[in-house]
């Protein structure tokens, strides 16, 4: 069965400071790729996405984030975290004989100033 | 702003009440799923309805049915509430791709739901 894994449960990062957050899945298929942010009392807001072509994608609020499929990685990062970055990230792989998105458990960000 | 709007943003009720979740996805989208959002399950995907047929299930409970009308909002309606049903419940929607469900959702703002 798919499933992702979010090793950080949570992260602090000073304000500036570059961000990385990790992420692993297991599919037997080629994978596609997300990933979410929750801001307290809010809903999934889609970052990115990797279906297929260049590993390094590009998402809004100036994040990326790179496929490495040796490595079954889909790490999400930014190089320089705004305060207003603070949320829950969320990892996903999208199941297609289900139809459905398999999410990861969620790393927290927290921004220090 | 996804698009997708949810209703009521906030519901409180008692246990054994039934309620109902309304969804209304993004202008043009065919699919609607249901996911649960807890402290403890994490976000679990729930059913997953395409053009108003259903499509999949997932972690969906016997207590908890939806359905998906002509018009293509949806409907989550959960009966018999427990402490535990108590969690966000959000729908997300996606259009099509080759005749095939987008892979890409857009989530709503979510319903919390807390049962008493």
């Known amino acids: 069965a798919q499933s992702v894994t979010q090793p950080d449960i949570h992260i602090t990062v000073s304000e500036g400071a570059s961000l990385e957050l990790r992420c692993n899945y297991s599919y037997g298929a080629t994978p596609y790729l997300f990933w979410y942010v929750q801001s307290p009392g809010q809903g999934l807001q889609l970052l990115l996405k990797y279906f297929s072509g260049d590993t390094l994608v590009q998402g809004i609020k100036g994040f990326e984030a790179e496929f490495k499929r040796s490595q079954s990685s889909f790490n999400l990062r930014k190089p320089s975290v705004h305060w207003s970055d603070a949320a829950e990230y969320f990892c996903a792989v999208y199941n297609t004989g289900f139809q459905k998105l398999v999410f990861g458990t969620g790393t927290r960000l927290l921004v220090s100033p | 702003d996804s698009g997708v709007t949810q209703t009521p943003k906030h519901l409180i009720t008692a246990t054994g009440q039934r309620v109902t979740l309304r969804c209304s996805p993004r202008s043009g989208d065919l699919s609607v799923y249901w996911y649960q959002q807890s402290l403890d399950q994490g976000l679990q995907f729930l059913i997953h309805?395409?053009?108003?047929?259903?499509?999949a299930k997932g972690n969906i409970l016997e207590r908890f049915s939806a359905q998906q009308f002509p018009d293509l909002h949806s409907e989550l309606n959960l009966s018999s509430l427990e402490l535990g049903d108590s969690a966000l419940y959000f729908c997300?929607?996606?259009?099509?791709?080759?005749?095939?469900?987008?892979?890409?959702?857009?989530f709503g703002p979510g319903t919390r739901l807390t049962v008493t």
């Open positions: 997300a929607s996606s259009g099509t791709s080759g005749g095939l469900p987008s892979y890409e959702q857009y």
């Open positions: 309805y395409y053009n108003g047929e259903e499509r």
